[in-house]
């Protein structure tokens, strides 16, 4: 069984902003795919795994990630 979790990853780029990415952890290895979404820690709801009501693309950005992990979830099963 494996575990499928957005994730803010902690590298800034040159804007101060961080990535968000996919996090793939089958028997206790990880594996994380890139979304090229970018976004400030200040926007990123830890508990919820998903993106602040306060972003201006909250909407957007939070629909393409359950995209992203519907996708990881069809390579994974």
């Known amino acids: 069984m ?3 979790r957005a994730v803010l990853r902690k590298k800034k780029n040159s804007e101060n902003k961080f990535p968000i990415a996919i996090r793939i ?3 206790r ?3 994380f795919l890139g979304t090229g979404q970018y976004i400030e ?5 830890k508990t919820n795994r ?3 009501k306060k972003h ?4 957007y950005i939070n629909n393409f990630i359950i ?7 069809k ?3």
């Open 56 to 59: 201006p693309n909250a909407n």
């Open 75 to 77: 390579k994974v099963l």
């Open 2 to 4: 494996a575990t499928i």
């Open 50 to 52: 998903c993106v602040r």
């Open 67 to 73: 995209s992203k992990i519907a996708e990881a979830n």
């Open 29 to 31: 290895k990880s594996t």
């Open 25 to 27: 952890t089958k028997d």
């Open 41 to 45: 820690e200040k926007y990123w709801d």
